[in-house]
């Protein structure tokens, strides 16, 4: 299971996705109830846009009780659910992946940016304060953190942001924006 499912894993890497599709099906007719095999076939289905047949797969993978991280699968078929353009689904399941584990961090970021998109910018800045707490800058949420302390007004907040993006990403694609 685990030799097809790294398979699967480098196959998509390499863009050869016909040969990872049946990689991972190859490790999930060895073990139908593998929960990372599952999460993974779940994420390569959901990048061919293929998002109906993902969801499904992440769902199986948390059914099973012995999986120790339910919350990742959970995280990605939020992430999922947002490349479908569906944040009322995305919510759900970025809400129970932090049920199960409130320190994820990119469940975190995504509820900070469902919020925002919303126009509930407390809600936001609540969720952006848990995942600063807890996970390194990165461009992505630098970026958004200068959105979000322009919307609260903060523009001291902003500035600070924006220095931070530009001393520590300055080659990223946020910085130059």
Do not use: W
Request: charged share 25%; aromatic share 10%.
């Amino acid at each position: 299971v685990d030799a097809h499912d790294a398979m699967g894993l480098l196959r998509t890497r390499l863009r050869q996705f016909d040969e990872a599709e049946q990689s991972y099906k190859a490790a999930l007719r060895a073990d139908p109830g593998n929960s990372m095999a599952l999460n993974n076939y779940g994420q390569f289905l959901c990048q061919q846009k293929r998002y109906d047949e993902g969801q499904a797969r992440f769902t199986d993978a948390v059914k099973n009780p012995l999986y120790r991280t339910p919350e990742i699968a959970l995280t990605n078929a939020g992430l999922c659910a947002m490349q479908a353009n569906d944040p009322t689904r995305a919510e759900n399941h970025f809400r129970a992946a932090l049920e199960k584990n409130p320190m994820v961090a990119p469940a975190l970021l995504q509820m900070a940016q469902i919020h925002y998109d919303r126009g509930s910018f407390t809600d936001a800045e609540s969720y952006y304060k848990r995942y600063l707490a807890i996970a390194p800058q990165t461009p992505r949420s630098l970026a958004f953190g200068i959105r979000l302390s322009n919307a609260l007004g903060d523009t001291d907040k902003a500035a600070s942001y924006g220095i931070s993006l530009r001393n520590k990403f300055p080659d990223s694609r946020e910085a130059g924006q």
